[in-house]
Nanobody
Framework: EVQLVESGGGLVQSGGSLRLSCAAS????????MAWFRQAPGKQREVVAV????????GYAYSVKGRFTISLDNAKNTLSLQMNSLKPEETAMYYC????????????WGQGTQVTVSE
């Protein structure tokens, strides 16, 4: 089992920055991919950024490319998301997720951290 705990959310003005963190514990050696998702009220959950735990290869949603950066400190088992130039429409609950060996979906999820971007 893997446990994920997010932190770093909060209220920020449009154009501002926030850094989210996700502390992973438990069977972290079983993790292949980690990702950040977000879900705004009334909308479907969407993937924001993904990182391969072994190769450190990354992928981003088109809407956040060039503004968000995902990173992983394997020694500390901490996933981060640096978010710059935030927009009001990016107000959402942000979730950390992990996919373990043999899983076809993200099978571990954190409880989420709220990000609110004001006008």
């Amino acid at each position: 089992e893997v446990q994920l705990v997010e932190s770093g959310g909060g209220l920020v003005q449009s154009g501002g920055s926030l850094r989210l963190s996700c502390a992973a514990s438990g069977a972290t050696d079983s993790i292949v991919y980690m990702a950040w998702f977000r879900q705004a009220p009334g909308k479907q959950r969407e993937v924001v950024a993904v990182i391969n735990r072994g190769t450190a290869g990354t992928g981003y949603a088109y809407s956040v490319k060039g503004r968000f950066t995902i990173s992983l400190d394997n020694a500390k088992n901490t996933l981060s998301l640096q978010m710059n130039s935030l927009k009001p429409e990016e107000t959402a609950m942000y979730y950390c997720a992990a996919q373990s060996y043999g899983a076809s979906v993200y099978n571990y999820w954190g409880q989420g951290t709220q990000v609110t971007v004001s006008e």
